[in-house]
């Protein structure tokens, strides 16, 4: 396998383009799934990386549970420095899985608080918290269970819609119930386990986290079939609204540049073209990412299938 082990360690940096021209150019609900897409891959990759690292370089350790022929030369010898990178890998494999089920616990604790939270509140739809004179006001769309797709409540406090007038609170309610039916609490869960694995996720992490907004403000312009009032919506929400107790959840300025969005928002609505031309900053940079995913697998696939191969014929079994 050589050093090719090692490429999807770093191969997410060709990524990096399309995070930033994607959210610009193409569709949000098309570049939701592909970032999204991206992530997993690329995160899946290096994690496998990361665990073949530590299998082949730690086998010639003294102490090492694994079997005595898997230190074999010639085991050794299909990793090049392979001590150094074996050692490495242990506490980095280790940071993964921890940072990853951290991330995972803390995701799954917050909608556990946030339904028990809304369990009591009259409505199936829909829950508005009304605290009292100086509540905060927030908004965020709440999933259901899982295998409900558009299951779930919007939950929303009285402080925020005492500050939107009606049709901008028809906005805002289509705009979270487009979260709850595209289910876009899954998308932002794969880019942070994603970022977690491998840090050179982030800016998809962060891209994601936009292109979901921009996602449901379309879809809220669809509904409402008046942009502008979608913008008013958001922008008043930016100016009132404080950090949801549910950051988790995707809410109407939860995430994303605000200007952003309310620019986007006054400007015609995206095309549905999902296949950029080549000719194109966003479609080069698309082809950059596609082909660094494609080498990270290859190169996983590979690293995979030579250490199974290799170990087979040095192990007696």
Known sequence: MGLFVYLPLVLPLTAWPVARLAAQHLHPRTATRLLASLAAVMALCSTLCLALLMVVGTAQLPGNPLPDAWSDPEVRAALP?????????????????????????RHL????RAVRAVAGLP???????????????????L?????????????????????LAPAERRALFAHERAHLAARHHRFLLVTQV????NPFLVPLRTATAY??????????????????????AIGKAALVAARAPAPAFAGLAAAGPVPRRVAALLAPAPAARTRPSLFTGVGLALWCAAGGTAV???SSANA?????????AATPL
């Not at 392979?82 to 616990?105: F, H």
């Not at 604790?109 to 556990?112: E, I, L």
């Not at 797709?149 to 919007?154: C, F, L, M, N, T």
């Open 296 to 298: 990270s697998a290859m």
């Open 123 to 141: 409505g199936t739809s829909v829950a508005v918290l009304d605290d009292g004179a100086g509540a905060e006001a927030y908004a965020y769309a």
């Open 211 to 232: 292109t979901v907004e921009r996602w449901a403000d379309e879809e809220a312009a669809r509904v409402v079939r008046d942009r502008r009032v979608v913008a008013r």
């Open 304 to 312: 995979a299938v030579t250490t199974v191969l290799v170990l087979r």
């Open 143 to 163: 999933p259901g269970p899982p295998g409900r797709p558009g299951a779930g409540r919007v939950v929303v406090t009285r402080a925020l819609l005492d500050r």
């Open 194 to 197: 994603a970022a977690r694995a």
């Open 81 to 105: 420095y392979d001590e150094i990178a074996g050692t490495a890998a242990i506490p980095a494999l280790l940071g993964v899985c921890a940072a990853v089920g951290r991330t995972v616990w």
């Open 109 to 112: 604790a917050v909608r556990r």
